[in-house]
């Protein structure tokens, strides 16, 4: 699905943010009458914001089969789209770690996330939105074992790709290094955690890992990771969702950056 010329966005907010993102090369927004004027009423957009030329008009039907289309294009399991409007745009930038390397080479003070072993498109996309909500600057994924970023995770991320850069690696443990020997702090999330949000530098540069939902973090990454946190249960559920304890963990972490 990455080597495709093009992205599919579905979600007004989605949509919205795409348009405002100098980066997207817009091709096409479809859209019936009903949805065009509830997305104009929602975006936020002014009108004069919006690329009226790239609009064709479909009825609710005909849209719901040309969606349908280009999903199968896509390789993907077709879902109903929302709100009676999808647009076509060019791919997001998929960055190399160089790029996280360069900034703390230069001293560029950033926020980092990184995902181990996150694969549902669902968790990463709620992730993502709570990593723009705190400014986070990049997240950090393997190439391989990650979630994609298809049309439902363009919804539910609400446009958070637009301003959270993705950097993907060969390998997780030697990107994790590679940032400690830069001076950023690696800050893991693990139910066997020994270390104390107190000792955290928060004025240094931070890497926020996270571990998949069920199985946590890789035992290579781990042992990467210099210093890990958990979250003391206050009642009788003992886990959280992945997402949760990720926005949990971004207040504690970058929240008070």
Known sequence: MENLDHDMIIGIHSIAEAIRNPERQI??????????QEFKKRSGLKESEIPLTKVRWL?????????????????LEFQRVPSGIFMLVSPINIYEPTWIYEQLESRIPIKILALDQVTDAHNGAAIMRTAAFYGVDCVLLSA???????????????????????????????ALTKLKDLGAIVVGLSEHATGD????????????????EDVGMSH????????????????????????????IAMEKIFGAV
Request: aromatic fraction near 6%; hydrophobic fraction near 40%.
């Open 27 to 36: 091709f096409e927004i479809v859209a019936t009458d009903e949805g065009f």
């Open 197 to 212: 949000l107190g000792i955290i530098d928060t004025k240094k540069p931070i890497c926020l890992v996270l571990g998949a």
């Open 144 to 174: 391989r074992g990650n979630f994609g970023t298809g049309p439902g995770f363009s919804r539910i991320a609400s446009g958070a790709t637009e301003y959270v850069k993705i950097v993907k690696c060969s390998g997780l443990p030697k």
């Open 220 to 247: 290579a990454v781990s042992r990467v990771v210099e210093t890990t946190i958990s979250f003391k249960p206050q009642g009788k559920i003992k886990s959280l969702n992945v997402s949760v304890a990720a926005a």
């Open 59 to 75: 009825e609710g039907h005909a849209l719901q089969e040309e969606a349908k289309r280009i999903y199968q294009e896509m390789e």
